[in-house]
């Protein structure tokens, strides 16, 4: 039996189409969150804090959860790219086990026992153990900022807060918002 090389050919295409196809479990094209098949979808304009760099990204975001995290478009440095490490932002934002409230150890060290507590308590709280630490060491410089030109969201977010809770050797009228209250 002789194979022609039309036939041949032909029997590639044919695996190759198979196998490309089997790539695909069935179904995994009928439900698409990133089309918006099942659900409003929005694009929200952030920067992406998985490094320094602080690139702009847009957020796919289908019925209030996050599904894809691409470049922005608006912005001509990066276009709709973004890297590997910015991309599993998602895997990070939809964790299960993500912590998105403050927590406090009720039980000892290790024994996995926690209540969740209102922001407010949470910073002072710290607050009051940062104040006792100054008061019995002095006030030498011991905390450091982030400088908030590179870090602007976790500078407004989490230490803006606590930092005015902490009277520090930093000048108050240096944060943003708080009036002068050195003479």
Request: aromatic share 6%; glycine share 10%; with cysteine.
């Amino acid at each position: 039996m002789s194979i022609s090389r039309r036939s041949f050919l032909q029997g590639v295409g044919i695996g190759c189409s198979a196998c490309a196809l089997g790539a695909f479990p069935p179904g995994a094209l009928a439900r698409n969150p990133i089309a918006g098949i099942n659900g409003k979808t929005t694009l929200t304009p952030s920067l992406c804090e998985m490094c320094s760099f602080r690139c702009p990204i847009q957020a796919q975001v289908v019925n209030n959860k996050t599904v894809f995290i691409q470049g922005n478009p608006s912005a001509p440095q990066q276009g709709t790219r973004v890297c590997a490490r910015g991309g599993s932002g998602v895997s990070l934002v939809n964790d299960p086990q993500r912590i998105v409230k403050p927590m406090k150890r009720t039980g000892p060290r290790g024994g996995g026992e926690w209540q969740v507590i209102s922001w407010q308590q949470a910073y002072q709280e710290i607050a009051a153990k940062m104040n006792a630490i100054k008061a019995q060491h002095g006030p030498r410089p011991w905390f450091s900022l982030p400088n908030r030109a590179r870090s602007p969201v976790i500078f407004s977010i989490w230490l803006l807060p606590l930092v005015r809770l902490i009277p520090l050797l930093m000048p108050q009228h240096a944060l943003p918002g708080k009036p002068s209250q050195q003479k």
